[in-house]
């Protein structure tokens, strides 16, 4: 089985539709896909409807998290979408992407960098979590640089930098206890990613493992050799599932599908710890662990 567990379509900062991903993913040869959009499940009833047959689709949302100083993602995976208290944290980590957003383009704007928020707000979509993926992209278009991941430095968005502005995230640790309050799993997105900026330290991974961390996601482009298997001895130490995955953007990052994969029988012990939802196969049908 080939198993991919973290993708994004236009219901956040990807440039696939719902659709277009689960067809893209068929078509790459994947037997199993994640759609994990940021801080939202917007996308999920268009890649639901839409998934192609033999492909099974994993449920799940990319949370924006904080521990420390250190701004973090967290994928929850298969959690029931309509548990009141995790509702109404997406709601809250969506909404204050808006004013961020605009806020981010005003600093720009001060820096002499000639994009309106007005773009940004059409590259995101009606129904797209914006991010600063839009706002890069929204300066590639204008000529200010040359690839969205030129935006991510101190000169412009990347963390730390000069039109750089925070935004809600929740803490780490409690985002692992709503995500399982809500019958799903948790797994730390790219946790040694040092080119995004500040990482977490293996001190701090223990500590998100004692409060129920599921797994680590090891297998990821950001992170080197040295770095998997580093991340891959602490996640045995720490009894913590090793997961691997494209973080597939469609034509906004280099990433396709299926580079980086999740080990089958890891991948059945997350379905197995899953009560809020299941894996879905084809038209409606549960799909296996």
């Given at each position: ?73 967290m ?19 969506r ?18 960098v ?54 809600h ?7 692992v ?41 090891v ?20 009894d ?50």
């Amino acid at each position: 089985m080939r198993i991919d567990l973290h993708a994004h379509s236009t219901a956040s900062d990807g440039t696939d539709s719902p659709a277009e991903l689960v067809r893209a993913a068929a078509g790459a040869g994947l037997d199993v896909v994640a759609l994990t959009d940021h801080d939202t499940v917007a996308g999920h009833a268009e890649a639901l409807a839409a998934l192609p047959p033999g492909l099974t689709l994993v449920t799940g949302t990319e949370f924006s998290c904080r521990l420390g100083e250190v701004s973090l993602h967290m994928l929850g995976y298969l959690f029931d979408p309509a548990e009141p208290a995790l509702a109404r944290e997406r709601e809250l980590l969506r909404d204050d992407r808006v004013p961020r957003a605009r806020r981010m383009v005003e600093l720009l704007r001060e820096d002499g960098v000639d994009i309106e928020f007005e773009r940004v707000r059409e590259l995101a979509g009606p129904n797209g979590s914006i991010g600063r993926p839009h706002i890069a992209t929204a300066m590639v278009e204008a000529g200010v640089v040359a690839t969205v991941s030129d935006a991510f430095t101190p000169q412009y968005i990347g963390d730390g930098g000069r039109a750089h502005t925070g935004k809600h995230e929740l803490d780490a640790a409690d985002a692992v206890r709503r995500i399982h309050a809500a019958g799903g799993v948790a797994v730390f997105a790219h946790p040694f990613a040092s080119s995004r900026g500040r990482i977490v330290t293996e001190e701090d991974l223990a500590a998100l493992a004692e409060a129920g961390l599921d797994g680590v996601e090891v297998d990821h482009l950001d992170h080197d050799p040295a770095t998997r298997d580093r991340l891959r001895s602490i996640a045995k130490e720490l009894d913590l599932l090793p997961t691997g995955s494209s973080d597939y953007h469609g034509s906004r990052k280099l990433a396709a599908l299926g580079d980086g994969t999740t080990d089958p029988e890891v991948y059945a012990a997350l379905v197995a710890r899953a009560t809020g939802a299941r894996p879905v196969t084809a038209a409606g049908r549960p799909g296996g662990s």
